[in-house]
């Protein structure tokens, strides 16, 4: 189905998937936890959106570092403690440079990162309950929940892109929490 931008559709989406029909669609929120607040915006009934919303899946493209030329450097302190945990055992990062193979741009090609939320009875009760955004996020994090930018991060330690280019693509500063 097409993008949800009103209640007319959202409305139509969730009587196909009452009547056990899977429906895939697109919604504009920041976040997948974002859905839920735009959906009640938009006028879904919190008890509408439980049980018939499976899973929801959000994305950004960011661009890959050229395998040619890209450069591994130590990362700083303030990198360090950005990175979080898994950040305290890097020895280094990578940074764009550019070379004939990437025209000069440091990158070449682009990778999704992705955040995925599968909902269950226990987040399905929290939604049916209008429960906070915080309790929402607690308890999908609670549940192996991995935001956008962790997702990121991660490719930044494997060498898929950078630290510039994650931050470009999503909101660094509300990762831990």
């Given at each position: ?10 409305e ?36 509408i959106?439980?049980g ?17 030329c ?46 995925l939320?599968?909902m ?8 049916a ?9 607690a308890a ?16 930044v330690?494997?060498g898929?892109?950078?630290?510039a ?9 509300g990762?831990?929490?």
């Open positions: 189905m097409g993008e949800v931008r009103d209640k007319e559709t959202a139509m989406a969730f009587r196909a998937a009452m009547t056990g029909h899977q429906v895939f669609t697109t919604l504009h929120t920041n976040s997948a936890l974002g859905a839920f607040p735009r959906l009640l915006d938009i006028g879904i009934r919190p008890d959106m439980a018939n919303i499976i899973g929801v899946v959000a994305q950004r493209l960011v661009r890959v570092l050229c395998t040619h890209k450069e591994a450097y130590a990362p700083s302190k303030d990198e360090r403690q950005l990175l979080g945990a898994p950040g305290q055992k890097v020895s280094y990062l990578y940074r764009h440079v550019g070379c004939k193979q990437c025209d000069n741009k440091g990158y070449k090609g682009r990778t999704a990162i992705m955040e939320l599968v269950d009875g226990d987040l399905d009760e929290l939604v309950r209008r429960s906070t955004a915080k309790d929402l996020r999908a994090l609670a549940k192996g929940f991995r935001s956008l930018a962790e997702e990121g991060l991660l490719r330690i494997d898929t892109t950078s630290l280019e994650v931050g470009r693509a999503v909101d660094l500063t990762r831990f929490g």
